[in-house]
């Protein structure tokens, strides 16, 4: 079997000599096949790949996912040639990177580029104008996240290049987050303690910063600093989460800067934890006593 996507997204499928040409729409997405002198029914899709049946009209059943394939390709941005399985009525798309399901609209793998969508799973939520064809970002997304791959930050008064991540996983909200009245505590017992109220050094101006594994993208731990200068802090514990990732290179980040007041900044560093605590379930593998 041999497939072969031609110019203007009409791809051209050979199976055991029997060809079949698939045409798409405005959209890219299959509209009509012909094998021999044969066409199909008009192909219809839901916004995020489902195949439509076209005598009923239904979604998600064997007889739908069916119409959307040809000799194991679906048919939805069909240019792209994307392996399909469906299995009873669960249609699964190899995706580049990780399996899709358009039934729910989401990935079955976390997204290996942290920030390439909304979240770790969703495809991307305008899938009328967006799409995530490789199974790691939304393609303007990506081309964001490489402009800014390399950002330049002063450490010691020389310029060292810091790994930045992705314009869409540092939000910058416009006021520090309000104090948590609540302990977090998991059922696993991770507890992130309530950051006390304090006048200690709020005259200083703190930058809340982030250590991360440079291979995998995943945080190693949080934290703040008033030093000078601004990254010999977070520079001095790199060594530190190297010597616990097996070999990989990790780097930081500033993710807010100019914070008044270690209180202030003990807020921001908290929000951070606090919210990979509850997606995670376990704190930062460097976080030592701000999470327990």
């Given at each position: 079997?041999?497939?072969?996507?031609?110019?203007?997204g009409?791809?051209?499928?050979?199976?055991?000599?029997?060809?079949?040409?698939?045409?798409?729409?405005?959209?890219?997405?299959?509209?009509?096949?012909r094998?021999?002198?044969?066409?199909?029914?008009?192909?219809?899709?839901?916004?995020?790949?489902?195949?439509?049946?076209?005598?009923?009209?239904?979604?998600?059943?064997?007889?739908?996912?069916?119409?959307?394939?040809?000799?194991?390709?679906?048919?939805?941005?069909?240019?792209?040639?994307?392996p399909?399985?469906?299995?009873?009525?669960?249609?699964?798309?190899?995706?580049?990177?990780?399996?899709?399901?358009?039934?729910?609209?989401?990935?079955?793998?976390?997204?290996p580029?942290?920030?390439?969508v909304?979240?770790?799973?969703?495809?991307p939520?305008?899938?009328?104008?967006?799409?995530?064809?490789?199974?790691?970002?939304?393609?303007?997304?990506?081309?964001?996240?490489?402009?800014?791959?390399?950002?330049?930050?002063?450490?010691?008064?020389?310029?060292?290049?810091?790994?930045?991540?992705?314009?869409k996983?540092?939000?910058?909200?416009?006021?520090?987050?309000?104090?948590?009245?609540?302990?977090?505590?998991?059922?696993?017992?991770?507890?992130?303690?309530?950051?006390?109220?304090?006048?200690?050094?709020?005259?200083?101006?703190?930058?809340?910063?982030?250590?991360?594994?440079?291979?995998?993208?995943?945080?190693?731990?949080?934290?703040i600093?008033?030093?000078?200068?601004?990254?010999?802090?977070?520079?001095?514990?790199?060594?530190?989460?190297?010597?616990?990732?097996?070999?990989?290179?990790?780097d930081?980040?500033?993710?807010?800067?100019?914070?008044?007041?270690y209180?202030?900044?003990?807020?921001?560093?908290?929000?951070?934890?606090?919210?990979?605590?509850?997606?995670?379930?376990?704190?930062?593998?460097?976080?030592?006593?701000?999470?327990?």
């Amino acid at each position: 079997m041999k497939s072969v996507g031609l110019p203007g997204g009409v791809s051209w499928t050979n199976q055991a000599g029997a060809v079949t040409w698939s045409f798409p729409d405005l959209s890219g997405h299959g509209l009509i096949t012909r094998s021999g002198g044969t066409n199909s029914a008009l192909l219809l899709w839901d916004p995020f790949g489902q195949p439509v049946d076209p005598v009923t009209f239904a979604l998600g059943t064997a007889s739908a996912d069916d119409t959307g394939q040809v000799a194991g390709n679906t048919l939805w941005h069909q240019g792209a040639l994307k392996p399909a399985e469906s299995a009873g009525s669960t249609l699964v798309v190899e995706m580049g990177a990780r399996l899709y399901v358009p039934a729910f609209g989401r990935f079955l793998q976390v997204d290996p580029i942290e920030g390439g969508v909304d979240n770790d799973y969703v495809w991307p939520p305008d899938p009328i104008n967006q799409h995530d064809l490789s199974g790691k970002a939304v393609p303007l997304i990506a081309l964001a996240a490489a402009l800014v791959r390399l950002v330049v930050s002063l450490v010691s008064g020389t310029s060292t290049l810091v790994l930045a991540r992705s314009i869409k996983s540092r939000p910058i909200p416009k006021t520090p987050p309000a104090q948590r009245t609540t302990r977090l505590t998991t059922t696993n017992g991770v507890t992130v303690p309530i950051p006390q109220p304090t006048w200690f050094r709020k005259d200083k101006s703190y930058m809340v910063y982030e250590i991360f594994n440079t291979r995998t993208n995943e945080t190693w731990k949080y934290g703040i600093t008033s030093a000078e200068p601004v990254g010999a802090r977070p520079q001095a514990q790199i060594s530190t989460c190297e010597a616990k990732s097996n070999g990989d290179r990790c780097d930081w980040i500033s993710l807010q800067e100019n914070v008044a007041g270690y209180y202030n900044a003990r807020l921001w560093e908290d929000s951070y934890i606090a919210a990979y605590v509850g997606f995670h379930g376990v704190c930062p593998p460097g976080q030592v006593t701000s999470c327990k």
